[in-house]
């Protein structure tokens, strides 16, 4: 049974639609949702739990959220890019209104979360760094054993030492507590050390949805020296960049000529998939 | 629902929620149109939900383990709650008042005086305004000034009627004015009446603002 499955997800807006969105996430995978600004990482997300009205169905452990939207959503943790709730009010004020929400609360485990984020209940969350305000909601989402952790772009904004933390942290719940994992960011570097799955997203529409490791064998970086080359190789969303040309090649394409060959990041292929997506060519 | 009504007094009131219930001792203002008390209390759900929209609330609230049409229903209780302290308030001042001040002081030359009938009034008010307000409100949480507006204008015309009713109709002006021992029974029923309606538009604007909301969609989570 898979943690969280979303099928055919459509959500339409004057000028943006959500087109019909369907993918998975396995029990105790960590699987990152990736895409460009706007092209619908948050709106899946306010999909799945039900923020927003969509089409659709969406079922975490084989409970449909709209047969039994509150069991669902007691297995399910949400992070957002930080804890922007409530700024004038104190930790311990927030959690004393939060926590009776769930039987399955656990004080010991939250005090425990708190210590290690060092955090202190008498502090207002308008007194929380960016990092701290991630952590709180980390604690809180983590504290009443959500099995399904939801996280729209929780390290934006973090310094990288915070988001090195942030990624430990995931990476032993997901180890010692066997959470599953949801991870929407633009800093693909944190998927690249966590991530065993990748969503991509593209205006509105599921472009890939694999493991990180076949996403990333399927291509290759390839650098031109000139224009002529990589259209001859048929390389996608060829770019200029300092000194030359780069593309994307399937691993099975072959090239030839003066080109240098390197491994693609998610980075990489996001730009390249993206700028063929734009030329209109199908990939 | 109870804890959803439990985070609603711990996160979502403003100040003046509880201040505003103060404003029930203006009945032993003479010369005072009483009615104007019970629109503090409609200006006290305008700061709270303003408190509610600056602290994320609702997004917040969304993410909770509650059925989304469950989230109007709580904040819902909590104005219900405090409209029904400013009603019993207003009516114990009144009471007070008739019975401390002498019988010519009680009667009060710019509105109806600080009897029941004046709870009655105010039941109305608040249930017109509840009507208006809270399902624009749930519609579209984050545009609160347009539905306030519309039910403020709304209740200040309710008031106009009510002052004119009392300035030009023996029954506003001779039998529901006055001490509440006078005429009791007429008063008696007046006050039903009132919270008769305030009790059937609550009703009708919860279930509007319930199925408004479930079609609403949250941002700013």
Not at chain 1, 207 to 232: D, I, M, Q
Not at chain 2, 7 to 22: D, G, Q, R, V
Not at chain 2, 80 to 89: E, H, K
Not at chain 2, 173 to 202: D, P
Request: net charge neutral.
């Amino acid at each position: 049974m898979n943690a969280l499955e979303v099928r055919n997800l459509t959500k339409t807006y004057p000028d943006f639609t959500l087109d019909k969105v369907s993918f998975c996430v396995p029990r105790g995978h960590i699987v990152g949702l990736i895409g460009r600004n706007g092209a619908g990482k948050s709106t899946t997300i306010k999909g799945i739990l039900r923020l927003i009205t969509a089409e659709g169905t969406v079922s975490v452990f084989g409970k449909d959220i709209s047969q039994d939207e509150m069991a669902v959503k007691q297995m399910i943790g949400y992070v957002g890019g930080g804890f922007r709730y409530y700024p004038m009010n104190t930790l311990i004020t927030i959690r004393k209104a939060y926590a009776p929400f769930y039987p399955t609360w656990d004080q010991s485990k939250y005090e425990k979360f708190l210590a290690q984020f060092g955090l202190s209940e008498k502090k207002k969350v308008k007194e929380l760094s960016e990092g701290m305000k991630v952590k709180f909601a980390l604690a809180l989402a983590l504290s009443h054993g959500a099995k399904l952790l939801i996280m729209d772009e929780p390290t934006s904004g973090l310094d990288p030492l915070s988001r090195e933390e942030f990624c430990d942290i995931i990476l032993q719940l997901v180890r010692e507590e066997g959470v599953s994992v949801l991870f929407s960011t633009h800093i693909t570097s944190d998927l690249m050390r966590i991530a065993d799955d990748i969503i991509y997203i593209s205006q509105g529409s599921i472009h890939a949805a694999c493991p990180l490791e076949e996403l990333l064998g399927k291509y290759r970086l390839v650098h031109f020296p000139s224009l002529a080359e990589a259209t001859a190789a048929n390389a996608i969303g060829v770019k200029s960049v300092k000194d030359g040309y780069e593309g994307l090649l399937l691993c099975d394409m072959q090239n030839s000529g003066d080109t240098v060959i390197t491994d693609a990041t998610i980075d990489n292929i996001m730009v390249h998939l993206e700028k063929a997506a734009e030329e209109g060519r199908h990939v | 629902m109870f804890d959803l009504v439990k985070k609603e007094l711990a996160l979502c009131m403003h100040p003046t929620a509880f201040i505003f219930l103060s404003f029930a001792a203006l009945v032993f203002v003479p010369y005072y149109p009483y009615e104007v008390i019970f629109f503090f209390s409609c200006l006290s759900v305008f700061f709270c939900c303003m408190m509610a929209r600056e602290n994320g609330d609702i997004a917040f609230s969304c993410t909770l383990p509650v059925k989304k049409e469950h989230i109007p229903l709580a904040k819902m209780l909590v104005v219900i709650g405090l409209q029904c302290a400013i009603l019993l308030l207003v009516g114990a001042m009144g009471a007070i008042k008739g019975a401390v001040l002498p019988a010519e002081r009680s009667v009060n030359q710019a509105g109806i005086s600080a009897n029941i009938v004046l709870v009655g009034n105010g039941a109305v008010l608040l249930g017109v305004f509840n009507l208006i307000f809270f399902p624009r409100y749930f519609k579209a949480p984050e545009k609160i000034g347009v539905p306030f507006v519309i039910g403020a204008v709304s209740v200040f015309l309710l008031i106009g009627i009510f002052i004119v009713l009392r300035q030009t109709t023996p029954l506003y002006s001779v039998v529901l004015n006055g001490l509440n021992s006078e005429y009791s029974a007429a008063k008696l029923a007046a006050l039903t009446i009132g919270l008769v309606v305030y009790t059937g538009l609550s009703v009708i604007s919860c279930n509007l603002s319930m199925k408004n909301f479930r079609k609403t969609d949250v941002y700013g989570v």
